[in-house]
């Protein structure tokens, strides 16, 4: 997996993420534990937690049909 020139890989926190996929929190974190959606990772700490954003944009072209 390559890191667009547009987009740098970057840590998104759940806000981003939602408005990314248009998905609701209660969705990600499900579809997180059927392994359907790139997990989240721990930052900064204990409770912080966050996506990287090159997964979520590979997982977000294959929901398009963008990746054979």
């Known amino acids: 997996m390559t890191v ?3 987009h740098p ?7 981003t993420v939602k408005v ?4 609701g929190r209660t ?5 997180m534990k059927e392994g359907r959606f790139p997990k ?3 930052i900064a700490g204990v409770h912080a937690v ?3 954003s090159v997964e979520v944009e590979a997982w977000i072209a294959v929901q398009l049909g ?3």
Do not use: M, N
């Not at 890989?9 to 806000?15: E, N, V």
């Not at 969705?27 to 579809?31: F, Q, R």
């Open 66 to 68: 963008e990746v054979a």
């Open 40 to 42: 989240s990772r721990r």
């Open 27 to 31: 969705t990600i974190y499900d579809l």
């Open 4 to 6: 667009s020139a547009h």
């Open 9 to 15: 890989r970057c840590i998104w926190r759940l806000p």
């Open 20 to 23: 990314r996929t248009g998905l």
């Open 50 to 52: 966050g996506w990287d």
